[in-house]
């Protein structure tokens, strides 16, 4: 079993910047695929950037939001750059147990962090 926990969230002004992270447990941490998704109110979860044997952006992030990761410390980071209002929402980090086997959908992650609030003010 793996236990994903984010941290960084808070209300930032547009054109702000905030940067999450999610601390994972289990000593197999660089075999994982790791995404980060958001879920607005009334609306489905999203894709928002994933990384494994490669890294891909929704569109609505691409030059904005930079997701990396830190075997050693067992982290994946989500820096968000230029922040608008419709980036508020829950940002939950997940976790799949295949590097290779990686996406924006939910269907590719085993494991889900408890989620951490982003809200950006106009």
């Known amino acids: 079993q793996v236990q994903l926990v984010e941290s960084g969230g808070g209300s930032v002004q547009a054109g702000g910047s905030l940067r999450l992270s999610c601390v994972a447990s289990?000593?197999?941490?660089?075999?994982?695929?790791l995404g980060w998704f958001r879920q607005a109110p009334g609306k489905e979860r999203e894709g928002v950037a994933t990384?494994?044997?490669?890294?891909n952006y929704a569109d609505s992030v691409k030059g904005r939001f930079t997701i990396s990761r830190d075997n050693a410390k067992s982290t994946v980071y989500l820096q968000m750059n230029s922040l608008k209002p419709e980036d508020t929402a829950m940002y939950y980090c997940?976790?799949?147990?295949?590097?290779?086997?990686?996406?924006?959908?939910?269907?590719?992650?085993?494991?889900w962090g408890q989620g951490t609030q982003v809200t950006v003010s106009s």
């Open positions: 990384t494994g044997i490669l890294t």
């Open positions: 997940a976790a799949g147990a295949r590097l290779w086997f990686c996406g924006l959908d939910t269907y590719f992650y085993n494991y």
């Open positions: 289990g000593n197999t941490f660089s075999s994982y695929c």
